[in-house]
């Protein structure tokens, strides 16, 4: 069975009589790892959910960075969530892994940028001898197949875009500095990740991660409150229609999703939304505006 070459600092490629060996397509040695290992539950979930599962069996070549379950975990996503996301925000997330040609480690190391399938481009760099694609270190290399070659990454690579979705950037910050992982949670637990990516405005006031640990909940346990709970508190932190900064202080209070009004006060120069401090503003989504808050709010 084909299998990948550690590269703790600069990728080393598989040996000599590995890169000659007859091997199966993408899919099928993915699936040999994971039978064997466990690993690249997540992907293969992903990459069926979707329906691309036939085209990375194709014939022609191709070259797939696939990210470990760690690092889809790091995301909040799991083999039971990932195919909550939105079928176009999924397939392009993983086109983003995907490059439409056959680069074995040293072709790679040889490109500062590479065009993935998706149309964007990822950067390539070494950095204190360890090699990456855009935020992910590239942890093993040249894992050979019929019609392409796999290079197995730390992360998940995150699409750019100059107005992602809120799910966007909230992934995009959990990637950069590890904040809204409990509000992700609590996202994926309340199915909420297709309404949050889909068309329209909407104003979300984000809790942070030490926000929800006030209150004793974190990533791993926030999914355990009751489904009607869960989006009742996520609906009162979110108002549908576009509500920057200037505009929520305007407004003086604001009809939430669920129903309720918030109130927004200004107090020694802080703005607050009910009890809770707004911190950061006008984060902009396709979809709507960020702000980040200090407590959450309890309806």
Partial sequence: ?????????????????????????????????NA??????????????????????????????APTDAAFAALGLNPGNVGTLPAGTL????????????????SVLASSRIRMANGQRTNIRIQDGVPYINNARI????????????????????????????????????AQSGEFSTLIAAVVAADLVG???????GTIFAPTDAAFASLGLNA???????????????????????????SVIAAGELRMANGQLAQITVEDGMVYIENARILVTDIAASNGIVHVIDAVLLP
């Fill in 91 to 106: 397939t392009g997330l993983l086109l983003y892994h995907v490059a439409p040609e056959r680069r074995d480690a040293a």
């Fill in 1 to 33: 069975m084909p299998t990948a070459t550690p590269a703790p600092e600069a990728p080393q490629p598989a040996n000599t009589a590995a890169q000659q060996a007859p091997s199966p397509n993408i899919v099928d040695v993915v699936l040999q790892i």
């Fill in 139 to 174: 942890v093993q290399t040249d894992v050979e197949a019929t019609n392409g070659i796999i290079h197995v990454i730390d992360a998940v690579l995150l699409r750019t875009a100059s107005a992602p979705s809120f799910v966007d950037l909230l992934l995009q910050a959990n």
């Fill in 220 to 246: 791993d346990n926030v999914g355990s409150l009751p489904k009607s709970d869960l989006l009742n508190i996520l609906g009162y932190h979110t108002a549908p229609g576009r509500y920057d900064a200037a």
């Fill in 36 to 65: 064997e290992t466990g690993e690249f539950s997540t992907l293969l979930a992903a990459v069926t959910s979707a329906g691309l599962v036939d085209a990375l069996a194709a014939t022609g070549q191709r070259t797939v960075f």
């Fill in 195 to 201: 309404p949050l990516s889909s068309q329209g405005q």
